[in-house]
């Protein structure tokens, strides 16, 4: 099991803005990072720390973070956003150990 | 270009090993730290180990301890991962990937650059 919890699946409209979300004990203490995977291939950093961006990465993708609660917000998703996206942090044990969360199968209607 | 290379993947039978590289190209290699991640068919990702730019510290998630063995050659701009005592359960495409940090009001980590994974069944 993971220790960073996500909704398996979210659908947008559009267009529309849509959040997803990422919970656990270790988001009090780290920031997560966010990585986005298409079918098929690699996964791609979208978000980390407080709210950066890599570069080629378009603004629309944004990140925040409350009490134990991590956000990846996409606001104006494009067709091109649908997509698996995965939450990543340290574990809430101490030991250093990094930990990814199940992962938010995202459909753009 | 940065970039991370993967190999070393194939079909290997249950309690066999296997030894996985990634190169490195584009960025001063020893300077970064390292993981390799990994995901089974049709799940998500796993972290399996980190090591640091020295290679001096390792960890290891517990799923994968004291089977598989990460190591690095930084003067070949290489990492690997020598996997022993294979189990179905390790069938998977295996990523290296660079990591990152930084502080802000909390510390943050993350994984920047990865290749495009080299896949490895465990089967009779």
């Known amino acids: 099991s993971s220790e960073l919890t996500q909704d398996p699946a979210v659908s947008v409209a559009l267009g529309q803005t849509v959040r997803i979300t990422c919970q656990g004990d270790s988001l009090r203490s780290y920031y997560a990072s966010w990585y986005q995977q298409k079918p098929g291939q690699a996964p791609v950093l979208v978000i980390y720390?407080?709210?950066n961006r890599p570069s080629g990465i378009p603004d629309r993708f944004s990140g925040s973070s409350s009490g134990n609660t991590a956000s990846l917000t996409i606001t104006g998703a494009q067709a091109e956003d649908e997509a698996d996206y995965y939450c990543?942090?340290?574990?809430?044990?101490?030991?250093?150990?990094?930990?990814f969360g199940g992962g938010t199968k995202l459909t753009v209607l | 270009e940065v970039q991370l290379v993967e190999s070393g993947g194939g079909l290997v039978q249950p309690g066999g090993s296997l030894r996985l590289s990634c190169a490195a190209s584009g960025f001063t290699f020893s300077s970064y730290e390292m993981n390799w991640v990994r995901q089974a068919p049709g799940k998500g990702l796993e972290w399996v180990s980190y090591?640091?730019?020295?290679?001096?510290?390792?960890y290891y998630a517990d799923s994968v301890k004291g089977r598989f063995t990460i190591s690095r050659d930084n003067a070949k701009n290489s990492l690997y991962l020598q996997m022993n005592s294979l189990r179905a359960e390790d069938t998977a495409v295996y990523y290296c990937?660079?990591?990152?940090?930084?502080?802000?009001?909390?510390?943050?980590?993350?994984?920047?650059?990865w290749g495009k994974g080299t896949t490895v069944t465990v089967s009779s």
């Open positions: 720390g407080k709210n």
């Open positions: 090591i640091s730019s020295s290679g001096s510290t390792i």
């Open positions: 990937a660079r990591e990152g940090r930084g502080i802000a009001a909390l510390y943050y980590y993350y994984m920047d650059v």
């Open positions: 990543n942090s340290r574990d809430s044990s101490g030991n250093h150990l990094r930990v």
